[in-house]
Each structure stands twice: as structure tokens, then as C-alpha cells.
């Protein structure tokens, strides 16, 4: 967590006084309750943690040494819990239950790094209980107003070409990011917004910037991969994704990729967001970003993602704000104090680090009412080249946070944890976008069964699919940053097993579907089943009518589960 005070969280942090205006309760405790995984069977001791499963709980071990804590089971000791009835099938096991003993001012902090350690699945801040009296004749304060939900405003999760199809990806199983984790590599973040709570770990190494800018970006950061499902604020493009985050204070971003990446496994994804300022200006710093670059330029950061990478951990990152052709001569010539081993990582003839590199593209015209250009064309500060691999959206991202150094400019007020924002911009805005995509496809490969995507399947797979770059005015596609993801056509490209075809026996339009919040749909009668095309085109409605009122339909339809997927009416 930062080092910002925190606001009161939770019932009964203040009470009305005689007058109505709030005091604390003085001597209310507060609780931090651990919950362990129960194949690590953790046994705690006064002289340290063990595991029955022979489980390695060294990490955590240290851990409580260094900071001086105890752990202790909450409702009785292990053994004893274990020798009591079995409880009932759908009961908690108390047996997983501890309380962190120690550090009490500083629980919310230690939440987030114990959660993310080997052998706990959660952990989470009980505040003191207090008495439930309102006392008399207190005023009441007006509650704030609800945040409402924002997620109409958020048309990158809309199916392709507009979004990446996240709503599509939400119905299939594992869609959403189930099994993946996301970390984070930048500065700071707003830990305890009310609508990064529900899969968000905490910091898994350094320490955050106390900056209210840096707390924004990476805030804004976390809404657009994993925001909270529900009817409050905004939701990510892969909800149920697990996230965390690394920060550079102190270690530096080659470290805190490195130690990211050692917290991941095969499939996951570590999402980097920082830029610096490159050779163009001779690595001057400047307010307008001109001539930043990737962090893969420098050796260290390199060969830390190449370590990510090689560990089947997929690295997503920004190319950066800097409006450079990454295809640039300059960028063949070794910098002086490089070693001389180092080559040009921008030249697809060297060898690549294996991330996959995210490129700053238009949002449909009319968003939020503004136009930045044609629909995924390249906006002007967006780094491009052959090694750039996909683009999101660089303008108009609607989702937590606020604006730079200010409050939400969707949604503001004196709580950092409510704010929100139109406006998340820049390849910053983009590699989550990407990164979200991404972690929806590594759930639908472990829920079918099938291996993970590695660095190379990704970079290849988002290549081979997605809505294609378009040119603008002095931009053309030619000044490559990819294709912007589609879910649903890569994955039937990776699971073409998936999809299975038929010829249509009859049909039913539904023009005015029940119940009415159904979307229109087109329904077609293939394979003994009947299959569901949503918000047909008036073209496709037009064909299939034609053919099947000529007598001899001959309707092809290619569906995945219910779901038609393509749909060619012959003759």
C-alpha cells in the first residue's frame, strides 16, 4: 500500500459523538485473518510454520520471521480441529483459518504481501467492532450516491472490430481469466479502490511511490485488465484474472520484471508499463515523450524479460510513447556502454526478448464523443515498427482511476477509491488491453483442457487474428502496430476442434426476442440443434430469408457449442 492516510474503511471505523459529529472508539482492534490453501496444510508453531503435504512454505516462513509475526490458527489448533466431526460438505474448513499476530498498524500493508505468498489463498483486514448504537439524537450524514455502472461507457470489451470481443469471451468457460494471473510492473496503485478488491493480490515486491500520478496510472492500469464484475463502476476485460503488483521504487525495473516473472508460471502474464527516454535525444528527458522507447532497449531489462519468457511467463509491454520508427537505423548502432554482445532487439533478424510489444491505436470515431482518427489506425505519439506485435486503444479508456495528477474526470470526489476516468490515454492505456485479451484467452485453453499459449503462440496468434490496422492521414498501416485482438477468432484459431458445421434445416427470426433484453437473433435449425447467431445483419437476415423462401435452402453454418461462428448461404 502507499504511504497516503487511508480513509475509513468499513463499518464502524467512527461513531457519532454527543453532538453528532464523528469520534473514534477508542481501544476497537483490528484483525488480520489469513485463509491457507488446503493442499498446503500449514501447521502453526511457536517456532515456526510447517506443512503436513510437505509442502515448501519457506517463503512464508521468512517472511513472518523478518517482520517480527505470528501466525496463529483462529479457531483452535490444527490437531484439534482435525480429530472434530466431519463439518458439512458445503462448510468452510476452520482448519484454514489464522490470524497474523503483530504489525497490527500496519495490517492493511501486510495484507497484500502475505496474500500473495506460496501456501495462503487470501487474506483480508477485519475492522475493530464497535458498538452498533447511533446513540441519541445524533444527525445522520448524508450517504454519498452509489457509483453507478460505468461498463456502457467501456466499448473495448464490444465484439470486433470496435473491442476485443470480452463480452463474447465472458460466456465461454474460463473466458474471463479464470486460473491466470497478472502482474503489474510500474510505480504505484490505489490498492484499496472499491472495484479492484475482489482478485487483486497487493504489491508481490518493491515498494510504491507516495504519488498521487503514479498512484493514477497504475490504478487505471488494474481497472482495464480486472475490474470487478457487478453493477458498480467499470469491469476488465478478464475479471476473474488474479492480479498483483511489482513496483521499481528501489530495485529498479529489470529486478522487479525478474521478480515478477519468479511469482508466475507457464501461461501467466506479467504487464509492463513504463517507457524511457531512448538515443533520439540523446536519452534526454522530455514533457512531450518524444523519442521514448521500450524498456527491452536496455540489456538488463532485455535479458530480464527473455528470463520471463523462457519460463513460459508472458511479458506485455508498451512501445512507448515516443512517435519513433522502431525500423530506424539509429537503433542498429550499439550504444557505447552497451556490451558487446547486444543487439538491435527492435530487428526481427536478432533475437527477440519474446514480448509481446503494444502499439497506441484509435478508438471507433465518436467515442465519448471525440475522434482521434480512423477506427485502429496508429495515433501520432505511438511508437510502430516490424517488432511491434498488437494495439489498443490509446484514447477514451474508460475505467478506475483518475486523470493524471487530478481526480476521476468520470467520477471524482475527496476518496481516491471511488474515482474514475474517461480518460486513460497512451501505450500505457493499450498494453492492458492487450494483456486482458490475453489472459481471457489463457482461460479458455486451461478450461478446455488444453496447453497454455507460450510467449511465441501469442505474439503469433495475435498476428494471425484480430481486426487489422487502418491507415489515416499521414499514418499509414504501413507505420505497423498490429492488428487490436478479437477473442472470439483467436480462439477458433487455437481450438478449430471447437468449431463444428452443418447445413441449416429451417430457421426462426427473432426479431423482437423474449424475454426483451435478449439481444436480436437469427436462429437456425443445423446438426439436430439449434444454433444462435446474435444481431444479425440486415445482409445475413436478407440471404438466409431468400433461401429458404426459394424451397431449396442451402445454408451453411459453422458454430462453436450453440453459438453460430460463420454462416454462407450458396447459390
Given at each position: ?7 475509513a474503511q ?5 461513531g457519532p459523538?454527543?453532538?453528532g ?9 483490528q484483525?488480520?485473518i489469513v ?14 510454520v510447517?506443512s ?5 512454505v519457506?517463503?512464508?516462513t ?13 479457531f ?5 480441529l482435525?480429530q472434530?466431526?466431519?463439518?458439512a460438505?458445503?462448510a468452510p474448513?476452520?482448519?484454514?483459518f ?5 504489525g497490527?498498524s ?6 497484500a504481501?502475505?496474500?500473495a505468498?506460496?501456501?495462503?489463498d487470501t487474506a483480508?483486514v477485519?475492522?475493530?467492532a464497535?458498538?452498533a448504537?447511533?446513540?441519541?439524537g445524533?444527525?445522520?450524514?448524508e ?5 453507478p455502472?460505468f461498463?456502457?461507457?467501456?466499448g473495448?470489451?464490444h ?7 470480452a ?6 468457460h ?8 497478472v502482474?503489474?510492473v ?6 484499496g479502490h472499491?472495484?479492484l ?7 508481490v ?5 507516495d ?10 492500469v488494474?481497472g482495464?485488465v480486472a475490474?470487478d ?7 476488465g476485460i ?6 498483483a503488483?511489482a513496483s521499481?521504487r ?13 511469482r508466475?508460471?507457464p501461461?501467466?502474464i ?9 538515443p533520439?535525444?540523446?536519452?534526454a528527458?522530455?514533457?512531450d515523450?518524444r523519442g521514448c522507447l ?8 532485455f ?26 537505423a539509429?537503433?542498429e ?21 519474446g514480448?509481446?510489444l ?12 471525440r475522434d482521434?482518427?480512423?477506427?485502429r ?5 505511438s ?15 474508460t475505467?478506475t ?11 471524482g470526489g ?6 474514475y476516468?474517461d ?8 498494453a ?13 485453453l ?6 497454455v499459449?507460450?510467449?511465441?503462440d501469442?505474439?503469433?496468434v495475435?498476428r494471425?487474428?484480430?481486426?487489422p490496422?487502418q ?6 498501416a504501413?507505420q505497423?502496430?498490429?492488428n ?9 484459431h ?12 429451417r ?14 437473433r437469427?436462429?437456425l435449425?443445423?446438426?439436430g ?10 445482409e445475413v ?10 424451397g ?12 453460430i461462428?460463420?454462416?454462407?448461404v450458396?447459390?
Open positions: 500500500m502507499t504511504d497516503q492516510a487511508e480513509p468499513g463499518p464502524g471505523a467512527l459523538g454527543p453532538d459529529a464523528g469520534f473514534t472508539y477508542r481501544g476497537a482492534e484483525e488480520l485463509v491457507a490453501r488446503p493442499e498446503a496444510r500449514l501447521r502453526a508453531r511457536a517456532d515456526g510447517r503436513a503435504s510437505g509442502a515448501d519457506t517463503s512464508l521468512m517472511f513472518l520471521s523478518d517482520e517480527q509475526l505470528t501466525l496463529e490458527p483462529l483452535g489448533s490444527e490437531d484439534r482435525a472434530a466431526p466431519a463439518p460438505p458445503d474448513d476452520l482448519a484454514l489464522y490470524r497474523v499476530r503483530g497490527e500496519r495490517a492493511r500493508e501486510l495484507r504481501r502475505i496474500a505468498l506460496p501456501g495462503i483480508y477485519k475492522p475493530g464497535v458498538p448504537s447511533l446513540g441519541q445524533e444527525r445522520q450524514e450517504k454519498a450516491p452509489l457509483t455502472d461498463s456502457g461507457r467501456q473495448y470489451l465484439p470486433a472490430p470496435e473491442g476485443v470481443g463480452l463474447w469471451a465472458w460466456q465461454r474460463g473466458g474471463a481469466g479464470q486460473d491466470v494471473t502482474i503489474v510500474e510505480g504505484a496503485w490505489q490498492l472499491e472495484d478488491a475482489a482478485k487483486l493480490a497487493g504489491v515486491v518493491g515498494t510504491p511511490l504519488d498521487l500520478a503514479w498512484r493514477n496510472h497504475g490504478t487505471s488494474l482495464v475490474g464484475r457487478g453493477e458498480l463502476g467499470v469491469t478478464a475479471p476473474d484474472a488474479v492480479t503488483a521499481v528501489g530495485i529498479g525495473s529489470a529486478a522487479a520484471i525478474h521478480a515478477a516473472a519468479e508466475l508460471g501461461g501467466d506479467v504487464l509492463v508499463e513504463l517507457h524511457r527516454p531512448g533520439r535525444f540523446e536519452y528527458e522530455r514533457d515523450q521500450p524498456l527491452e532497449w536496455w540489456p538488463d531489462d535479458a530480464a524479460v527473455r528470463y520471463a519468457t523462457a519460463k513460459g511467463v508472458l511479458v506485455v509491454a508498451a512501445a512507448g510513447n515516443g512517435a519513433e520508427s522502431l525500423d530506424d539509429l537503433y548502432r550499439r550504444p557505447d556502454d552497451f556490451p558487446g554482445w547486444w543487439r538491435n532487439p527492435f530487428n526481427p533478424s536478432n533475437a527477440s526478448s514480448a509481446v503494444v502499439g497506441a491505436g484509435a478508438p471507433p470515431p465518436g467515442t465519448h464523443g482521434h482518427g480512423p477506427d489506425s496508429r495515433l501520432a505519439f511508437n510502430h515498427g516490424a517488432r511491434v506485435d498488437a494495439q489498443g486503444w490509446g484514447h477514451e479508456v475505467t482511476g483518475g486523470f493524471w495528477d487530478r481526480p476521476g474526470d468520470l467520477q475527496p476518496e481516491e477509491i471511488t474515482w476516468t480518460a486513460f490515454s497512451g501505450t500505457s492505456a493499450a492492458p488491453v492487450v494483456a486482458g485479451a490475453l489472459a481471457g484467452l489463457q482461460g479458455v486451461r478450461a478446455a483442457g488444453r496447453p499459449m507460450s510467449p511465441e501469442a505474439r503469433r495475435l494471425a487474428t484480430g481486426s490496422q491507415d489515416a492521414p499521414g499514418r499509414p504501413s505497423r502496430i498490429g487490436r485482438p478479437d477473442i472470439r477468432a483467436a480462439v477458433t487455437l481450438l478449430p476442434q471447437a468449431v463444428d458445421s452443418g447445413r441449416a434445416e430457421y426462426w427470426d427473432e426479431l423482437l426476442p423474449y424475454p426483451p433484453e435478449l439481444p436480436p437469427l436462429r435449425f443445423v446438426a440443434a439449434w444454433r444462435t447467431l446474435d444481431h444479425p445483419s440486415p437476415r436478407q440471404a438466409v430469408h431468400t433461401a429458404f423462401a426459394g431449396r435452402p442451402d445454408v451453411r453454418v459453422w458454430f462453436a457449442d450453440e453459438e461462428v460463420g454462416l454462407v450458396v447459390g
